[in-house]
């Protein structure tokens, strides 16, 4: 917690004010970055598009989401195992939802994979190739995250080898 404020700028005091402790600081990260992602979704359901456009809008999104989030994506990966029973389960309820979402997204676009054991698993496929792409994909480089948005939904969609969309 003392590292945690220098690094801040604040007293250690001013940070316990707002904390009680380092648990509860993990928390407020991984449950507001849930937040932030279900926001997403709420978001894109509201524009009311069709199955195509909807799906490309939540894969772009979080796209833009996940450049600026690296930290908090790390902690849901790899952290939320530290909280609590309740404040894991809190967590983990809200990244259900967000799953839940692209798998309602998904079958929405093939009615064939509405099937409930489909679902997820073609759900958390499309999670696969989003969800690392802070490791390689660099601010310098050719690509952007809007421009690996649109490689995932084509190839999530129609295959690598499948003729791009018009």
């Not at 809008?57 to 609590?84: E, I, P, T």
């Amino acid at each position: 917690m003392a590292q945690l404020a220098q690094v801040c700028g604040i007293s250690k005091p001013l940070l316990y004010h707002y904390y009680r402790d380092k648990a509860h600081i993990l928390f407020d990260v991984a449950d507001g970055y849930m937040d932030t992602l279900l926001g997403i979704v709420a978001d894109v359901r509201a524009q009311g598009l069709e199955p195509e456009s909807h799906f490309r809008a939540l894969v772009g999104r979080f796209m833009q989401a996940y450049q600026h989030s690296q930290a908090q994506h790390m902690v849901l990966v790899q952290d939320v195992k530290f909280l609590g029973t309740a404040e894991r389960a809190a967590v983990v309820e809200k990244e259900r939802a967000v799953v839940d979402a692209f798998a309602a997204a998904i079958a929405k676009l093939k009615p064939r994979w509405t099937r409930k054991a489909l679902r997820v698993p073609l759900a958390m496929i499309l999670f696969g190739m989003i969800n690392w792409t802070f490791t390689w994909l660099r601010a310098d480089g050719p690509l952007r995250y809007e421009d690996m948005a649109e490689v995932v939904a084509e190839i999530f969609l129609h295959g690598v080898t499948a003729q791009a969309a018009a």
